[in-house]
């Protein structure tokens, strides 16, 4: 595609709930990356995929987070029992070239109420 | 791990003055510095960045400069115009390993 895509842009949950964040990255992108940003604050780490497996997940807050990315393509973040403080906008960034260069899609803003 | 700071928080400039936003980072393996631009609402977007290698990067209104030995690099933007105004981040990188840290960012005003 033309550029990262991120699908709900918007999602309100109520706490206790399961939701799913879906990335999109640009075609042919091999590095896949998943962000979390807070008001206020830079894009915190969470996740990074080369092709299928989860390179470094070290990011992860705690067990209730997951991702998957199972064809090397689309990803998709995984939040079990949701509370408010991971109410966020969740980043997905996709590279492809040796520059480094990170292509974030506009995110996903999650919600808990 | 790496710890990026980024100061100041936030800067208001007159229009056609120059801007400048500082980071440190903790990382002496750090070799990789990018700076992304992000408006309200928008996704970050890369504006420059420069490798350990150089001392020193230019791309018309906006500069970066990187200081190893002192573990800083800065961003300067001159002849600022209003499109300017957004909040920057800078990042770091550890050279094998593919992880970004960035730092808190920087709302830039251009006052007109």
């Known amino acids: 595609g033309a550029g990262v895509s991120q699908t709900p842009s918007n999602k309100v949950t109520e706490k206790g709930k399961y939701v799913e964040l879906r990335c999109d990255p640009i075609?042919?992108?091999?590095?896949l990356y998943w962000y979390r940003q807070s008001l206020g604050q830079g894009p915190e780490f969470l996740i990074y995929?080369?092709?299928?497996?989860?390179?470094?997940d070290s990011g992860l807050p705690n067990d209730r987070f997951f991702a998957v990315r199972p064809e090397g393509s689309v990803s998709t973040l995984k939040i079990q029992r949701t509370e408010r403080g991971d109410s966020a906008v969740y980043l997905c960034?996709?590279?492809?070239?040796?520059?480094?260069?990170?292509?974030f899609g506009e995110g996903s803003r999650l919600t808990v109420l | 791990g790496e710890n990026v700071e980024q100061h100041p928080s936030t800067l208001s400039v007159q229009e056609g003055d120059s801007a400048v936003i500082k980071c440190t980072y903790s990382?002496?393996?750090?070799?990789?510095f990018p700076w992304y631009k992000q408006e309200l609402g928008k996704r970050p977007q890369l504006i420059i960045d420069?490798?350990?290698?150089?001392g020193e990067k230019k791309d018309q209104r906006i500069a970066v400069t990187l200081n190893k030995t002192a573990k800083h690099f800065s961003l300067h933007i001159t002849e600022t115009q209003p499109e300017d105004s957004a909040v920057y981040f800078c990042?770091?990188?550890?050279?094998?390993?593919?992880?970004?840290?960035f730092g808190t960012g920087t709302r830039l005003t251009i006052i007109p």
């Open positions: 960034a996709s590279s492809g070239s040796n520059t480094g260069e990170l292509f």
């Open positions: 075609s042919g992108h091999t590095a």
């Open positions: 995929f080369q092709g299928t497996g989860a390179a470094d």
């Open positions: 990382d002496s393996a750090s070799n990789y």
């Open positions: 420069i490798r350990s290698n150089v």
């Open positions: 990042a770091a990188r550890r050279q094998g390993n593919e992880k970004l840290t």
